[in-house]
């Protein structure tokens, strides 16, 4: 089982991502589950959304205590929340941001695991040139697909056309597809 956990805030659409991969694994042919934990739900509250891809029925539902893959979508819960409590030591990090690793204060927990498995990618920037609006799902989901292996950037993009359509649709796309690429020039010769 790979099991999954987004945090972000409320408003970034971290609920819709974590439906989005739960979407994208059962179009491969995973068995798939996504659900949220909510604080406090006003905008600008730190939530977490969770989910699980098996090649079998899924039967637990308690919240991902030890994450395969943890996907930060606001960076500046790095100073509030232990995102990274329970991570796998053979885990995968993604961080919505422009910066480094080392430039986050996370070079220890980089060290830590194996090489190619703690990114940073600017999903907001990417969001905010395509859509107009600070929603980085898309691109934290492409970002996760390409730095894991775990899905394809194809059923990423099929997801968000299910939900959405038209120009909302073509946008995540572009998003998906800018975030995936970046994760990929950035491995290089790492494989995931």
């Given at each position: 089982?790979?099991?999954?956990?987004?945090?972000?805030?409320?408003?970034?659409?971290?609920?819709?991502?974590?439906?989005?991969?739960?979407?994208?694994?059962?179009?491969?042919?995973?068995?798939?589950?996504?659900?949220?934990?909510?604080?406090?739900?006003?905008?600008?509250?730190?939530?977490?959304?969770?989910?699980r891809l098996a090649s079998s029925e899924i039967r637990l539902r308690e919240p991902v205590l030890e994450p395969d893959v943890v996907?930060?979508?606001?960076?500046?819960?790095?100073?509030?929340?232990?995102?990274?409590?329970?991570?796998?030591?053979?885990?995968?990090?993604?961080?919505?941001s422009s910066e480094t690793p080392e430039a986050l204060g996370l070079e220890d927990l980089k060290k830590r695991l194996p090489e190619?498995?703690?990114?940073?990618?600017?999903?907001?920037?990417?969001?905010?040139?395509?859509?107009?609006?600070?929603?980085?799902?898309?691109?934290?989901?492409?970002?996760?697909?390409?730095?894991?292996?775990?899905?394809?950037?194809?059923?990423?993009?099929?997801?968000?056309?299910?939900?959405?359509?038209?120009?909302?649709?073509?946008?995540?796309?572009?998003?998906?597809?800018?975030?995936?690429?970046?994760?990929?020039?950035?491995?290089?010769?790492?494989?995931?």
């Amino acid at each position: 089982m790979f099991q999954i956990r987004i945090h972000g805030r409320g408003g970034q659409g971290v609920v819709t991502a974590a439906e989005m991969l739960a979407l994208a694994g059962f179009m491969e042919g995973h068995h798939a589950q996504a659900f949220p934990s909510f604080g406090s739900e006003r905008t600008g509250a730190p939530v977490v959304a969770f989910a699980r891809l098996a090649s079998s029925e899924i039967r637990l539902r308690e919240p991902v205590l030890e994450p395969d893959v943890v996907l930060v979508q606001d960076k500046t819960l790095l100073e509030s929340v232990d995102v990274f409590k329970g991570l796998r030591e053979d885990g995968y990090v993604l961080i919505n941001s422009s910066e480094t690793p080392e430039a986050l204060g996370l070079e220890d927990l980089k060290k830590r695991l194996p090489e190619g498995h703690f990114l940073c990618v600017p999903a907001t920037a990417y969001a905010l040139e395509k859509i107009g609006r600070p929603l980085p799902g898309a691109a934290m989901l492409a970002g996760m697909a390409a730095m894991t292996g775990s899905m394809k950037l194809e059923s990423v993009i099929a997801a968000y056309n299910e939900k959405f359509s038209g120009r909302v649709a073509q946008a995540n796309a572009e998003v998906a597809k800018l975030a995936f690429d970046s994760v990929k020039s950035m491995l290089g010769g790492v494989h995931a």
